[in-house]
């Protein structure tokens, strides 16, 4: 098990900015591709943005491309997503989840390719 916890979420207007950030827990975290989802209520879960193991390569939803950047700190254990341009429809509870696949650089935009999950930040953004 991988426990992951979200942070940064909140209310924020149309055009503000807001960075999350996911902590892992335990010394593998270095090891593993990093997904970033969100889910808006009645809707499915949606794929925001994906990182490598070493953080040297991204891949992101055209939702979202120019105005969302991941990262990821193996030191500290933790990637973030920092958003940007926010809009309305931006607002859901964003996850955080690992690829269990050590040293994986295959970026995934299903849900069902990572295989540990954190609880969720709620993001609002008023218009």
């Known amino acids: 098990q991988v426990p992951l916890v979200e942070s940064g979420g909140g209310l924020v207007q149309a055009g503000g900015s807001l960075r999350l950030s996911c902590a892992a827990s335990?010394?593998?975290?270095?090891?593993?591709?990093m997904g970033w989802f969100r889910q808006a209520p009645g809707k499915e879960r949606e794929f925001v943005a994906a990182?490598?193991?070493?953080?040297?390569?991204?891949y992101y939803a055209d939702s979202v491309k120019g105005r969302f950047t991941v990262s990821k700190d193996n030191a500290k254990s933790t990637v973030y997503l920092q958003m940007n341009s926010l809009k309305p429809e931006d607002t859901a509870v964003y996850h955080c989840a690992a690829n269990a696949a050590p040293y994986g650089s295959r970026l995934y935009d299903l849900p069902n390719r990572y295989d540990y999950w954190g609880q969720g930040t709620q993001v609002t953004v008023s218009s």
């Open positions: 335990g010394r593998t975290f270095s090891r593993y591709a």
């Open positions: 990182i490598d193991w070493s953080g040297g390569s991204v």
